[in-house]
């Protein structure tokens, strides 16, 4: 075992502050990176404060994480030290159930091992994330990030990028098609950035006026309020896709009637209570109301390609490390252009 400096929360009514962890040595088939930059997803803050509950404290947020490789096991042959690196949201899995056959570790039938407040495949070890100097991570779960790109704005890639990504692709997002984003923020800038880059004509939705400079900086190529009822007649049966990134209580039929048919409304945010869903609107158009996670490490690793070959990183503001409670505070009121990651320099300083 190495101990390592960290950031934790040991109460869920406690800020986060530094501590300390023991990572483990480095086995045949590890890889240990040093941890550069880490982004702040809002999944930490709900996990910090066990708004999810399940909270294993103390809790070592993070799970969008950049690094270089520091140190491999004897097995390792995809990585070599001074490698520039990621971690996303899960560190194994099962490695045998069909999902994990069928490259879609994030749906692993027995339970993967997420990066943080969750367990290694030994269901013993709980797993501590990247508010913290390094991480060691079995070889199949790390992946190769091009130096071309700036690496701060890469972290967040590893969640909010696949997140968005992943869906875009399954439900075949090209040319022509179009399609609308809901909520400008984490999720949303990446979903704008993504569906512009595969050629879709986007539309921004959003409640906020003055989200609508931004979304053009981004890509969209339209903005509508959705708060002004005319707007929402103007678009009825207008989108093939829908990107839904809003976590907050909201109408998902006032969306799926802006659907053509046979479109599809993807969920990606998970609002804090069921809401109706009327069956006309999925049945009158053939439409479809569905969810998408994260990507398995074969599709995160093709989309972190795809984001170096078209030059997209995420919008970010970089802070220490001991400005993250003020960081946290300032996500839940929608105060950042759109995710904030630490420089683990101030860690380790």
Not at 2 to 18: H, R
Not at 54 to 68: D, S
């Amino acid at each position: 075992m190495t101990q390592v400096k960290a950031y934790a929360a040991e109460k869920a009514d406690k800020p986060v502050g530094p501590f300390k962890i023991d990572r483990r040595d480095v086995g045949e088939n590890d890889v240990e990176i040093e941890i550069l930059f880490c982004g702040v997803c809002h999944s930490d803050i709900h996990t910090a404060r066990n708004e999810w509950g399940g909270t294993m404290y103390p809790v070592v947020p993070g799970h969008e994480i950049v690094g270089k490789v520091s140190k491999i096991g004897d097995k390792v042959k995809n990585h070599k030290v001074g490698d520039t690196v990621g971690v996303g949201c899960f560190v194994d899995s099962c490695g045998h159930c069909d999902n994990c056959e069928d490259d879609l570790e994030q749906y692993c039938e027995n339970g993967n091992s997420q990066t943080y407040n969750s367990k290694l495949q030994d269901k013993k070890t709980i797993t501590y994330g990247g508010y913290s100097t390094h991480i060691v991570v079995t070889e199949k779960f790390v992946l190769k990030v091009s130096d071309k790109l700036d690496l701060a704005g890469v972290a967040p890639l590893l969640c909010a990028g696949i997140t968005t990504y992943s869906p875009l692709k399954h439900w075949n997002c090209k040319k022509g098609d179009k399609v609308a984003v809901v909520g400008l923020g984490g999720l949303g800038h990446m979903a704008v950035k993504l569906a512009s880059s595969m050629g879709a004509e986007v539309t921004m939705l959003s409640r906020s006026p003055e989200k609508e400079k931004d979304a053009e900086e981004l890509g969209a190529h339209h903005f509508m309020l959705t708060t002004e009822k005319e707007n929402m007649e103007k678009m009825a049966n207008s989108f093939d896709l829908i990107i839904n990134t809003v976590s907050a209580k909201h109408d998902y039929n006032e969306y799926l009637a802006l659907l053509r048919t046979n479109g599809t409304m993807v969920l990606l945010g998970v609002p804090p209570e069921a809401l109706p869903v009327a069956a006309p609107n999925l049945i009158f158009g053939r439409r479809s109301l569905v969810g998408s996670l994260v990507g398995g490490i074969k599709e995160t690793q093709e989309m972190l390609d795809y984001c170096a070959e078209h030059n997209i990183v995420s919008d970010i503001e970089m802070i220490n490390i001991d400005k993250i409670n003020e960081a946290y505070e300032r996500t839940l009121k929608g105060d950042v252009h759109y995710r904030f990651v630490i420089d683990m320099a101030s860690l380790k300083n």
